[in-house]
Nanobody
Framework: QVQLQESGGGPVQAGDSLRLSCAASGGTFSSLAMGWFRQAPGKEREFVARISWSGGGRTLYSDSVAGRFTISRDNAKNTVYLQMNSLKPEDTAVYYC??????????????????WGQGTQVTVSS
């Protein structure tokens, strides 16, 4: 059973940067594809970014964050990161970390992911 714990959220100003972390336990981290999702008040959860377990960690981003956010992983630390730059008020949301089953396929749909963290709040003020 994989357990995920996000950290690093908080209140920031528009234009600021923030780095989220997600620590995984209970599984072989290097075999897990990892994703970040977010959910703003009154909206559905949406895909933000994904990094695969293979191919050196192939990345995929939503159009709304491409060029501003970077997902990365440190397999030695069992941690995935989301570096968020040039933050905008519309980035305000609860950010969730997600993981697939070992050696699983992954994509933008939340249905690809089997394990979820509790979320961390990011609030961007103008």
């Amino acid at each position: 059973q994989v357990q995920l714990q996000e950290s690093g959220g908080g209140p920031v100003q528009a234009g600021d940067s923030l780095r989220l972390s997600c620590a995984a336990s209970g599984g072989t981290f290097s075999s897990l594809a990892m994703g970040w999702f977010r959910q703003a008040p009154g909206k559905e959860r949406e895909f933000v970014a994904r990094i695969s377990w293979s191919g050196g960690g192939r990345t995929l981003y939503s159009d709304s964050v491409a060029g501003r956010f970077t997902i990365s992983r440190d397999n030695a630390k069992n941690t995935v990161y989301l570096q968020m730059n040039s933050l905008k008020p519309e980035d305000t949301a609860v950010y969730y970390c997600a993981a697939t089953e070992p050696y699983g396929s992954s994509g933008q749909a939340s249905s690809w992911y089997d394990y979820w963290g509790q979320g961390t709040q990011v609030t961007v003020s103008s």
